[in-house]
C-alpha cells in the first residue's frame, strides 16, 4: 500500500490542524493504520494508531486529550486531528500502514510508509 500524508503547516501555540494521509494499491481496510513523529534531532516516535475496524484507537501518553486518530475506510483514509498544540509538537508526521490486527505491539511493524508532512507549532 502507498501512502501520501498532507495537511502539515505552521500553526501557533494552542491551535489545531488536521492531518490526512491517502492510500492506494492495497485493500486499506486490511491495514492497521498509525501516525508516527521525528522531531529535528530526536529519533520517531510513536504517536497514534487505529485498528482496520477504527474500533481500537491507542496514543502517546503525549498527545493523549489533545489529539484524535481516526480512518474513513470507503475513502482509503486515515486522519489526525491535533489540538491544543505545543511547540514540542513541531515534528515531520509519518503515517503508516500495518496489515492486519494491531497486535500485542501496536507501535511496531508497521511496514509502509508515507513521506512525512511537517508540523511547525510557534509560541
Known amino acids: 500500500v502507498q501512502l501520501q500524508a498532507s495537511g502539515g503547516g505552521l500553526v501557533q501555540a494552542g491551535g489545531s490542524l488536521r492531518l490526512s494521509c491517502a492510500a492506494s494499491g492495497g485493500t486499506f481496510s486490511s491495514y492497521a493504520m498509525g501516525w508516527f513523529r521525528r522531531a529535528p534531532g530526536n529519533e520517531r516516535e510513536f504517536v497514534a494508531v487505529i485498528s482496520w475496524s477504527g474500533g481500537s484507537t491507542y496514543y502517546s501518553d503525549s498527545v493523549k486529550g489533545r489529539f484524535t486518530i481516526s480512518r474513513a475506510n470507503p475513502e482509503n483514509a486515515v486522519y489526525l486531528q491535533m489540538n491544543s498544540l505545543k511547540p514540542e509538537d513541531t515534528a515531520v508526521y509519518y503515517c503508516?500502514?500495518?496489515?492486519?490486527?494491531?497486535?500485542?505491539?501496536?507501535?511496531?511493524?508497521?511496514?509502509?510508509w508515507g513521506q512525512g508532512t511537517l508540523v511547525t507549532v510557534s509560541s
Open positions: 503508516a500502514a500495518k496489515l492486519g490486527s494491531l497486535g500485542n505491539d501496536v507501535t511496531r511493524y508497521f511496514g509502509s
